[in-house]
């Protein structure tokens, strides 16, 4: 049972351009979460998904991101035209659901955005 | 969004010492705590899932407490070691996972 799988795990973009990040969650597991953690920061809470539907996404900075999970493939993060700012490491975990004790988190190893 | 907070933010302990770190969060909407083992380079794991107040949990040499009447959660390691040396992340999970900011735990030999 493979893990939550991140591509790419580096991804460099000149300023302007727009960066695509994949998650796909464990098999089974249908919410997707999206974390990003800025160089001396701890993870920030960005998007809660569901499939074909976006559940939380009270993280997310109000332009230039956004975020799918449909109904086939994998949940996509999507930052267009980035800036320096935007570099950083962004995490995606998956659960089966959330509101079920017991039932944690599972990360993917992270995609680290580089803004040149 | 919601606050979780951890504290400290780091800390440097010699191997051997037993240490401790806080998570506060809110007492309201309370539905479950994590705690999560971050070490450099890898994914967080799971370490903890505590639900109900009063909640001691242990895991060999690290336990944790829970206290959701005034929203705080410790986590302890005993005799520290340097495999220990991580960031310790907590999560308050009401509505989805909110995360708090980690305490970057450093074992010095």
Not at chain 2, 2 to 26: I, K, M, R, W, Y
């Amino acid at each position: 049972n493979a893990g939550v799988m991140q591509n790419p795990r580096h991804l460099v973009r000149r300023r302007g351009q727009e960066a695509r990040l994949r998650c796909s969650p464990m098999k089974g597991h249908s919410h997707v979460y999206w974390y990003r953690q800025l160089p001396e920061e701890g993870l920030k809470f960005m998007v809660y998904l569901q499939k074909e539907n976006i559940i939380d996404e009270s993280g997310m900075p109000k332009e230039r991101f956004s975020a799918e999970f449909p109904k086939e493939g994998p949940s996509i993060l999507r930052i267009q035209q980035v800036v320096r700012g935007d570099s950083a490491a962004y995490f995606c975990a998956s659960s089966p659901r959330t509101r079920t004790s017991g039932n944690t988190i599972y990360f993917g190893e992270g995609s680290w955005l580089t803004v040149v | 969004i919601l606050n979780v907070e951890q504290s400290p933010q780091s800390l440097h302990v010699q191997e051997g010492d037993s240490t401790n770190f806080t998570c506060s969060f809110p007492s309201s909407n309370f539905y479950a705590l994590h705690w999560y083992r971050w070490e450099t380079a890898k994914s967080p794991e799971a370490l903890f899932v505590m639900t109900l107040n009063g909640d001691e949990k242990k895991k060999g040499r690290i336990s944790a407490t829970l206290n959701t009447k005034e929203g705080y959660s410790y986590l302890y390691i005993k005799g520290s070691q340097p495999e220990d040396s991580a960031t310790y992340l907590c999560a308050f999970i009401g509505n989805q996972f909110y995360f708090g900011t980690g305490t970057s735990l450093t074992v010095i030999p």
